[in-house]
């Protein structure tokens, strides 16, 4: 059982940037794909970006590219999710996810996850 804390939301204006960080609790990230979805009021779960198994390939959502950026530390404790530019559509509850295995990026692009963490709440004011 891999259990993820997300940490790092918060309430800020359009324009700033926050930085989501995911710990896996008590383990690593080795072999995992890591990645972040985020959920807004009345909106379906979407896919925001994910990291591979090996840290060396990124994938994002196109509403994200050239905002945000996700990597992860040389330990592969955490990943992390740096947003800049935000603007208020990208307010939302975000959740970190993680997929066992060299395939698992696959999974996440499609949604799919075999452990969530419990969100956290970014909030962007106009």
């Known amino acids: 059982q891999v259990q993820l804390v997300e940490s790092g939301g918060g309430l800020v204006q359009a324009g700033d940037s926050l930085r989501l960080s995911c710990a896996a609790s008590g383990r690593t990230f080795s072999s995992y794909a890591v990645g972040w979805f985020r959920q807004a009021p009345g909106k379906e779960r979407e896919f925001v970006a994910a990291?591979?198994?090996?840290?060396?390939?990124?994938y994002y959502a196109d509403s994200v590219k050239g905002r945000f950026t996700i990597s992860e530390d040389n330990a592969k404790t955490t990943v992390y999710l740096q947003m800049n530019s935000l603007k208020p559509e990208d307010t939302a509850v975000y959740y970190c996810?993680?997929?066992?295995?060299?395939?698992?990026?696959?999974?996440?692009?499609?949604?799919?996850?075999?452990?969530w963490g419990q969100g956290t709440q970014v909030t962007v004011s106009s």
């Open positions: 996810a993680a997929v066992f295995g060299r395939n698992g990026v696959s999974y996440l692009r499609g949604g799919e996850a075999d452990y």
């Open positions: 990291i591979s198994w090996s840290g060396g390939t990124t």
